[in-house]
């Protein structure tokens, strides 16, 4: 059974990094086109894809927002982790990670619940 | 980067109608556009891959059609089940994008 859980802070201030982990289950990162990405969504409005990292270690970045994104995985804690520097109050969403499985081209088959998280001082 | 506008933002709706959501693309994606279905406070799930191909275990009122720009997703006879957000993903090329999403509400 795959399972994906997010996990991090509810409240970070603004200008601090967030560090957030998606601890995973039934299935493994070190596995032939297995990749985790990270998408968000803002209170109300749609989904933000922001990252994703695959078995072979490669990642790709939102461009809008890749100077500030770290995506990485600990294949033997089966966990993928992002962070993101000098947040702001318009970085309050709900954080999801979502599990894109070998044979999709893209399409994400598993997601966690998502993480809430609010910018504020 | 790889825009998706759908349409319409809001749908209103009743039991047992036939609904089209429409998904547009900036540019040529070929196939590779999904569909999800999202309810209040609970994480997206996917419905349709590949523009047309159901994921296991969606019920067959769910279909979706169409390659290169536009895209639509129908659902045959709306079930009380039905009403949430549908959002289109396209995996052509990165960043990945979501569209805007579709409100289906109750009439």
């Known amino acids: 059974q795959v399972t994906l859980k997010e996990s991090g802070p509810a409240l970070v201030k603004p200008t601090q990094t967030l560090t957030l982990t998606c601890s995973f289950s039934?299935?493994?990162?070190?596995?032939?086109?297995?990749?985790v990405s990270w998408i968000r969504q803002s209170p109300g409005k749609a989904l933000e894809w922001l990252a994703r990292?695959?078995?072979?270690?490669?990642?790709v970045y939102s461009i809008s927002l890749k100077t500030r994104l770290t995506i990485s995985k600990d294949t033997s804690r089966n966990q993928v982790v992002l962070k993101m520097t000098n947040m702001d109050p318009a970085d309050t969403a709900t954080y999801y990670c979502?599990?894109?499985?070998?044979?999709?081209?893209?399409?994400?088959?598993?997601w966690g619940q998502g993480t809430l998280v609010t910018v504020s001082s | 980067d790889i825009q998706l506008t759908q349409s319409p933002s809001f749908l209103s709706a009743s039991v047992g109608d036939r609904i089209t959501i429409t998904c547009r693309a900036s540019?040529?994606?070929?196939?590779?556009l999904a569909w999800y279905q999202q309810k209040p406070g609970k994480a997206p799930n996917l419905l349709i891959y590949?523009?047309?191909t159901l994921q296991t275990g969606v019920p067959s009122r769910f279909s979706g059609s169409g390659s290169g720009t536009e895209f639509t997703l129908t659902i045959s006879s709306l079930q009380p089940e039905d009403f949430a957000t549908y959002f289109c993903?396209?995996?052509?090329?990165?960043?990945?994008?979501f569209g805007g999403g579709t409100k289906v509400e109750f009439k």
């Open positions: 990292i695959d078995w072979d270690d490669d990642k």
């Open positions: 993903q396209q995996f052509n090329g990165h960043p990945f994008a």
């Open positions: 979502a599990r894109i499985s070998t044979g999709s081209s893209g399409w994400y088959d598993y």
């Open positions: 039934g299935f493994s990162l070190t596995t032939g086109g297995m990749r």
């Open positions: 590949a523009a047309s």
């Open positions: 540019q040529g994606i070929h196939d590779y």
